[in-house]
């Protein structure tokens, strides 16, 4: 069967500055007809950052729709028309300082595919050296290192709830071997 659903009319529902909300009418592949209500977000990127001891370098910041702290790897929106990479090596350097003497793609995210069209790209950062940070005017983090496999640990026990974080720490700890 196939499952594809074809967009008949799209209406706009609202336009932000970070986000943009639409109402599709569809096509089920039954030919009824449905609606889909999507987020459209340019994406974003995050970086799994291991210090020169397997530490992962973790950013505490308020998020503001769960109304608490979150721990979580740097991470930060694209720009129209941006490169992902760039915009990862950006966000590293903004959010902790440091610039990567090897820094490879470990692919892309979905993370919530049922109703927002967001990507995230993670990357994986090594070599790291540390300069000064240069947070946005509106962003307030702390930044922490985290042994490897503590972060793990906190991943398992449901301490992290964050999917970026999650998704790019597993899949390092899988591709990495430690």
Known sequence: MDLTEKTLSSEKIYDG??????????????????????VDHQGGVCVLALDDENRV?????????????????????????????????????????????DFRPLGELYPSPGYCG??????????LTFGETHLDKDEFLNLERVPFDRLVEEILSGEIRDAKTIAAVLKGKLLLNL
Do not use: F, N, W
Not at 118 to 127: F, H, K, Q
């Open 118 to 127: 967001e990507v995230i790209r993670m990357y994986l950062a090594r070599e």
């Open 57 to 101: 370098l973790v950013v505490s910041q308020y998020r503001y729709p769960y109304e608490k702290v979150l721990r979580e790897i740097p991470a930060g929106k694209l720009e129209y028309g941006e490169d992902p990479a760039q915009a990862a090596i950006r966000e590293l350097k903004e959010e902790t300082g440091a610039v990567a003497g």
């Open 17 to 38: 500055h970070i986000l943009h909300v639409r109402r599709d009418t569809i096509e089920l592949p039954d030919g009824s007809r449905g609606y889909r209500e999507v």
